[in-house]
């Protein structure tokens, strides 16, 4: 059977899982409910979070039989997320390039693709969603020729296939004025442009490990690439590591295929495939997995740096335990353990020494990064208390630098002098400006401090109407302070629960986190100030009685809607002396010293 390996990849959005999703049903892998993002937080927020594996079989025109397995990687499109896609890229011999037809080449297309074409892959470009009413896919064509360009594509790269699709309706077509029904024109185009998977059948067994999974009772499973050879359940193997130290031996105790999103038992897997194996507990990124000791390992796969950190603490607050299954610093340890199994872009240093006081230092990519933890910690009943994010910050021959990244912006033109105010004010670079159809597309190059913080500003600004997209770009000079907005803290004095009445006169002052009815701590932060100074309050505070009834003193009491904190929101306005409290119900901000 001939095997072909592809990844799609993609900015944030503009429809991998979807086109996976269709390519399945197509093919008979799913009925259609199954989709990619199996993940309960991917479903909720329409983004693919881990890299996850797919097979399906085509059948040829002339046999009508099952004669080529297609095996695909649906990789994730937001730039915490990276990682994910630069160890896929090592395990394919082709990617599909996903382009959104109307908003053309965004900040992660560019990463995706600088990344296929320095590893000398011929992208398939697959300009997506063309039934949107504003879609330019003539102009975005252009628009991609010139990235490609820009980047520094061979001349073979730049002779690349443009297919156009609509993977949510499953049809795709070599020409606009094609007619088609289903999406068999792209899959005859991978079947021509994709080179089949290479390698030795013959040769001793070689296998690179690109990606981790979990298993309650197997243990820790290696997705691999068979580069070479024959491998096979039961098999004694050796795990060497790129540097080429000594090798560790071990036994394959499992081994399996992907047939659709189903992982199946098999016996055996010969070179050019992906599959997945369990029975090495050491085994990491870019491990060589082999029969002979002596074989050479293959080239080592790097792993992006994070870029900010973070304390997790036992949670201490006046609540502590009302919600939480698990709430002491072992159980937080022993969670975090194992995340570290598969999460290769997540790093934590387990100091005991200040356990008690400062918890365990996380390092992640990005905020959002570590919210997605935070949140399957929390679901599965976990209660801690995290600090407000920092970047990290390098020493390179005595001066200090820091993770800068590249922002793109598309905002209605009367919004872009504004948005250009707030990011310059951050230390931001405007790079470019591209003005279409009232539009304005804004790149700066801005540091990540200049970041933290400012999404959920520039939902308010643009009212919800602007796209704000950014990449890592390299770590840079230390470009000193940054002005940012400052907001006071509304902070409870006394426990209780909350009453309107209180509320009523709070929200004069600031916004509200807390509605009425809702308990509340002393030392709670229950909103912010606009002034900039911290404020103490009573929100339990009761209206007086008395036995006069003044005129107006009935009247009902309005209050506008409260700012409901989740986690996202609250790593954004945390401040450097609070703590976030996240407990499996709720998610609340506190002093440090209460």
Do not use: W
């Amino acid at each position: 059977m001939e095997i072909r390996n592809i990844a799609i990849i993609a900015h944030v959005d503009h429809g991998k899982t979807t086109l996976t999703d269709a390519l399945m049903k197509q093919t008979g892998m799913t009925a259609g409910e199954t989709t990619m993002d199996s993940n309960a937080i991917e479903q909720e927020r329409g983004i693919t979070i881990y890299a996850k594996n797919t097979s399906v079989y085509y059948p040829s025109k002339d046999s009508g039989q099952a004669t080529t397995k297609i095996n695909i990687v649906d990789t994730p499109g937001h730039a915490d997320f990276g990682s994910e896609v630069e160890r896929v890229l090592r395990a394919i011999d082709s990617v599909l390039l996903l382009v959104d037809a109307q908003e053309g080449p965004m900040p992660q297309t560019r990463f995706v693709l600088k990344k296929s074409l320095e590893l000398g892959l011929k992208p398939i470009v697959i300009i997506n969603k063309i039934d949107k009413s504003a879609a330019r896919p003539d102009e975005v064509h252009e628009l991609i020729l010139e990235l490609f360009l820009e980047l520094g594509a061979n001349e073979e790269q730049l002779n690349f296939t443009t297919v156009f699709a609509n993977g949510r309706d499953g049809y795709a077509k070599m020409k606009l004025s094609d007619e088609s029904k289903d999406l068999t024109p792209l899959l005859e185009t991978i079947i021509r442009e994709v080179p089949l998977s290479g390698g030795d059948k013959n040769a001793p067994a070689r296998l690179q490990s690109f990606n981790l999974a979990y298993d309650n009772f197997l243990g820790r499973l290696a997705i691999c690439r068979v580069y070479d050879g024959t491998i096979k359940t039961g098999d004694s193997v050796f795990v060497k590591q790129s540097s080429g130290q000594t090798a560790v031996s071990g036994k394959l105790t499992k081994l399996f295929s992907f047939e659709g999103t189903k992982r199946v038992e098999t016996v055996e897997a010969v070179a050019g495939d992906i599959v997945m194996l369990a029975g090495l507990p050491t085994v990491y990124i870019g491990d060589t997995i082999c029969h002979d000791e002596n074989a050479e390992v293959l080239p080592s796969i790097n792993i992006d740096e994070p870029t900010i950190s973070l304390n997790f603490l036992v949670n201490d607050s006046p609540f502590a335990g009302r919600e939480g299954k698990f709430v002491t610093g072992r159980q937080i340890r022993e969670r975090l353990e194992k995340e570290l199994e598969i999460n290769v872009g997540l790093k934590v240093n387990f100091n005991d020494s200040n356990q008690k006081a400062e918890g365990f230092t996380v390092y992640g990519r990005g905020e959002l990064h570590i919210a997605i933890l935070l949140e399957n910690m929390r679901r599965e009943g976990f209660e801690l208390q995290v600090s407000q994010p920092q970047v990290i910050f390098k020493e390179n021959d005595g001066k200090r630098s820091e993770p800068f990244e590249e922002v793109l912006v598309d905002v209605s033109d009367e919004l872009a002098s504004s948005i250009i105010s707030r990011l310059t004010e951050r230390r931001g670079i405007l790079m470019n400006v591209k003005q279409m159809h009232g539009q304005s597309r804004l790149t700066f190059e801005i540091p990540t401090r200049g970041l933290l913080g400012y999404r959920g500003q520039f939902v308010i600004d643009t009212k919800g109407n602007g796209i704000l997209s950014s990449r890592f770009i390299e770590f840079r000079e230390y470009v000193g302070d940054i002005k940012r907005t400052k907001y006071g803290s509304m902070i409870s004095i006394t426990a209780g629960k909350v009453l309107a009445f209180a509320l009523d006169n709070l929200q004069q002052r600031g916004t509200l986190y807390v509605e009425p009815g809702v308990e509340v701590y002393d030392g709670q932060v229950i909103g912010n100030v606009s002034k900039g100074d911290d404020l103490t309050v009573n929100p339990t505070k009761g209206k007086q009685l008395t036995n006069m009834r003044a005129s107006g003193s009935d009247d009902k009491v309005y209050l506008a809607a409260t700012y409901k904190l989740d986690i996202e929101k609250a790593m954004e306005i945390v401040a450097p002396d609070e703590y976030i409290e996240i407990t499996p119900k709720s998610v609340r901000l506190r002093k440090k010293n209460k």
